[in-house]
């Protein structure tokens, strides 16, 4: 991940390729129901739920989201025109492509997909089409970063009162039988906890820097409770028994991403990356065009290899043929990043500066101070 100012963050990078891989190991392995959400699927070594519940990644890239904006903010003064310059720049040539893409398919297949209405409410409503839907979640945050950034530097125990009183919406909306799941994995009323725990993440990340154990614990914890919701079934397959599970799920995701990023990003040195931590973070630069394209293929994929080539009805073949898949996929993502995303990424402007004003972090790490002196 390479910000505005020059600096790159190749460990985020890194995270941005696991979070990925979540998002295509679900659609791939789940497609024409090759692998039933009901629980008979789940795999017995607890980290793959991660795969099998691939869902998860999407809060992964909004803690990420959360994380890095209070990084690059961090001791700053945001100019606010000029960020939303840059967020589109980096998001509308991509979805134009892809929006556009989809209205062709939806011709060509007569699938009745409407997109020209699901342009005009995909600002305000999650309906646009191939993923689209989270990058209206991600606007929203654009829109309220300004107010986020103003209570983080009143009180960090602001963000946490936001993040408590998400959860205290959402206990309402299940005691009225309201669209719960539906508002928390599709809108800021679930997703608004992860953005901000990113955010505290990167304040508090001084708390979980070098702290394997803490995070192993953390990890192991984590990984136990998506390996039971997976042997439910999932938190996307109409349980009635969890769906109070709704009130807290995002929140508990959000602590343990917003952990496993502070940790990753504050306990390792990236300065001289090897060839396979180079090759992860070239899917973690992709993965925009991946998530975003995938979805055109990646079901008729499965239904292909399942039917033709080789019986992937076993959960762990599944698993190794998505990844196959995702390397596959590589080629396309790399010509779309290239052509599509890498020229308007370079017209982007610095949209910090200086602020004396602001509190300086407690400990502050040599690359916060070269983001500093960039912007």
């Not at 509308?92 to 556009?100: I, R």
């Not at 001084?206 to 919701?229: D, K, N």
């Not at 239904?303 to 996929?329: G, H, P, Q």
Request: with cysteine.
């Amino acid at each position: 991940m390479k910000s505005s100012s020059g600096q790159y963050y190749i460990g985020l990078d890194h995270l941005r390729a696991l979070a990925v891989l979540m998002v295509f190991s679900w659609h791939f392995i789940h497609s024409h129901d090759i692998l039933p959400l009901d629980g008979s699927a789940a795999p017995w070594f607890a980290p793959l739920s991660l795969l099998t519940q691939g869902y998860t990644g999407v809060s992964l890239f909004m803690v990420l989201s959360g994380y890095i904006f209070a990084r690059l903010t961090d001791g700053q003064q945001l100019l606010y025109g000029r960020f939303l310059v840059n967020r589109a720049l980096r998001l509308l040539p991509l979805l134009t492509v892809v929006m556009a893409l989809a209205y062709v398919k939806s011709v060509v297949t007569h699938d009745g997909l409407d997109v020209p209405h699901r342009l005009l409410w995909g600002w305000l409503a999650p309906v646009l089409p191939q993923g689209g839907w989270s990058v209206t979640i991600e606007v929203h945050f654009y829109v309220m970063l300004p107010v986020i950034l103003w209570i983080a530097a009143k009180s960090r125990a602001g963000l946490l009162t936001v993040v408590l009183a998400a959860m205290a919406f959402r206990s309402v909306v299940y005691a009225l039988d309201g669209p719960l799941e539906y508002l928390s994995y599709y809108t800021m009323v679930g997703r608004l906890d992860q953005f901000l725990l990113g955010c505290l993440a990167y304040q508090w990340r001084h708390w979980i820097q070098g702290r394997h154990a803490w995070w192993s614990l953390a990890a192991i914890v984590f990984c136990g409770l998506m390996s039971y919701v997976d042997h439910q079934g999932s938190m996307l397959s109409n349980n009635r028994g969890m769906s109070s599970w709704w009130i807290f799920f995002s929140t508990i995701e959000g602590v343990f991403y917003g952990l496993s990023v502070a940790w990753y990003d504050t306990s390792f040195k990236h300065s001289k990356p090897g060839r396979a931590s180079k090759m992860v973070a070239m899917v973690g630069r992709y993965s925009y065009s991946i998530y975003l394209l995938h979805a055109f293929v990646v079901f008729k994929l499965a239904d292909i290899i399942n039917r033709k080539l080789i019986d992937i009805e076993n959960t762990y073949l599944a698993l190794m043929a998505s990844a196959v898949c995702l390397v596959l996929f590589l080629p396309v993502a790399a010509l779309s990043y290239r052509l599509i995303e890498a020229p308007f990424l370079k017209l982007r402007v610095i949209y910090t500066k200086s602020n004396p004003a602001a509190p300086a972090s407690p400990v502050a790490a040599p690359e916060d101070l070269q983001v500093r002196q960039a912007a």
